[in-house]
């Protein structure tokens, strides 16, 4: 039967799907003043995790921060919601060091939605999108499946695993999406009549199991960390959770490994049943199996999924298999013998954009004012979707304002900045996931420091209040005061305390007076050995602007030499390339770098240049174009 569609409000920015991406987009859209409508399949499932119950690690963990610095929401509402708080890579340098919290999966459903439900210009509705409003190669609304047409100024899509989903469960395979959601169909169809390019991908989730049936005492416990960590900058350490519940170790075994081998008939992606390319670094357990034949066992974390379940998560056990191989394969495994399975495991496939054919403010290239952020422009994690959602929910509110949609982050600037450029200009053939080997500057990236690189922008923005700037200001000042009080002030030889300090440390002694920052260089010595020479500074000097004075002396010279390439990459950027250039016209361009330029359509000599196939011969050519003024003679 066909449905009568009808008129209903008009909004300044619609966004459609209300996972991690749509969250943090419609939110930066109403707070920058626009009328903004949130669409989403099932009220229910607001920002739901229907994977780990877990939001940071490695990469992941500075997005979140990063969203938090431009003033977006994720960080707030793990900090209220979390059971537990690991710093991961202390033994390690800045640049790699994480935050890793645990969710309480429904709080943390339930306080993004009162706040999405509390925030003024947003408005929250549950409705299934089946097609957009376009004319002219500009859109201008959506229509639902039960015929209402919202128009607005602009639309950002953040359909994520829905979007044409489909479960697969050994032998089992029904249309999907996440969790057994509704699924979105008609959308796919609607972005392929516009003429978008899609790929199928597929991910996974593992088996939950009843936390009663867990022997605990053949596992190993994970604690929280003691000292107080937050990702927001807004979290005081009063707040920080004291009561944490653990998380718990284990190990697959030979006979683990036996079952999947006896069962690879029936799974599903050796079978032919999945078609969707998977996670490179997120497989199966029945991939691991094949892939890594060798290894006598793979570690697995054992996850609480709140406060108030006893459903636990069986971390690194994605699978696929049928329900009742789940069960043997989870049987073998110490200290689950006797689990009781809760909810099998399951592979999810899904259709996402090629992210070649969005521009770096993730508005399309096919259609004018549509946004697209999130898993279906082919990541994974919910770190990632939120720091595309962020962005895309900023241009799709600066465009419905009437402003230069033109917000973007560069490769040295941000994770989010790393992860889009990735995106739009090599696309990516499977599920992408950050990782801190992706970015080139990834010193000057650290988590420790997303307020300093971020804050004024979200304040500029509209993002940031005028408090929480102001604070921010007092901790820049706080910093830089300390940084040139320890470059004025020396440390002698003499001096009470300095001899005994460097024994203690099994260091040389002291035989000429040096600058405490210089001190300070020294990899044995910290910010409080210094502090009980010279004194600790007036004001007080608080943890964290402590730990901002401590890796900047530390680390100066390799900070140094990543301003110098950072500074040589913004030379490039600044190249600009005109839009739509014809590439056949350019004289001497490989053909491979003709092709790649063309489909890319890089928007600054900077983005050409990490095209893959276009190499430095090829950036000399454009680089005389575009000096010579010749560009405007290939111009379509």
Known sequence: MEVKQYSSKEYDV?????????????????????????????????????????????????????????????????????IQMRMLNTGKGPAVRALRAQADKADYHAVMKDTLENEPNLTLRQGLVNDLIVTDGVCRGVITATGACYEAKSVVLTAGTSSRGKIIIGELTYSSGPN??????????????????????????????????????????????KQPNHFSYLTPDSAYVKDQLSCWMTYTNGATHQIIRDNLDRAPMFSGII????????????????????????????????????????????????????????????GLEHAELMRPGYAIEYDVIEPWQLTHTLETKVVKNLFTAGQMNGTSGYEEAGGQGLIAGINAALRAAGRPADFTLGRDEAYIGVMIDDLVTKGTNEPYRLLTSRAEYRLILRHDNADLRLTEKGHE??????????????????????????????????????QELLAAKEMAPLKDGLLASEFLKRPQISYQDVAALVGPGAPAVDR????????????????????????????????????????????????????????????TLAQASRISGVNPADLAILSVYIEQGRIAKVAK
């Open 14 to 82: 619609i966004v459609v799907g209300a996972g991690h991406a749509g969250c943090e987009a419609a939110l930066a859209a109403a707070r920058m003043g626009q009328k903004t409508l949130l669409l989403t399949i099932n009220l229910d499932m607001v920002a739901f995790m229907p994977c780990n119950p877990s939001l940071g690690g490695p990469a992941k963990g500075t997005v979140v921060r990063e969203i938090d610095a431009l003033g977006g929401q994720m960080g707030q509402n793990i900090d209220a919601t979390y």
């Open 180 to 225: 057994n959601s509704l699924p979105s169909i008609k959308l796919s169809e609607s972005l392929e009549r516009l003429g978008f390019k899609l790929r199928r991908f597929k991910t996974g989730t593992p088996p939950r199991v009843d936390g009663n049936t867990i022997d605990y005492d053949q596992t190993i416990e994970q604690p929280g960390d």
């Open 275 to 334: 078609e969707g390319v998977g996670p490179r670094y997120c497989p199966s357990i029945e991939d691991k199996i094949v892939r890594f034949a060798d290894k006598p066992r793979h570690q697995l974390f054992l996850e609480p999924e709140g406060r108030h379940t006893e459903e636990y998560y069986v971390g690194d056990f994605s699978t696929s298999m049928p329900e009742e191989i789940q069960l043997k394969m989870l049987h073998s495994v110490a």
């Open 461 to 498: 923005l509209g993002l940031i209040s005028a408090d929480r700037y102001q604070a921010f200001r007092v901790k820049q000042a706080a910093i830089t005061a300390e940084l040139q009080r320890l470059a004025n002030v020396r440390i002698k030889p003499g001096q009470a305390g300095v």
């Open 544 to 603: 964290y602007v402590q730990e901002q004075v401590e890796i900047q002396l530390k680390y100066a010279g390799y900070i140094h030499k990543e301003e110098q390439k950072i500074a040589r990459l913004r030379r490039l950027e600044a190249k600009k390339i005109p839009e739509r250039l014809d590439y056949a016209a350019i004289n001497g361009l490989a053909t491979e770098a003709r092709q790649k330029l063309t489909k890319i359509q890089p928007e």
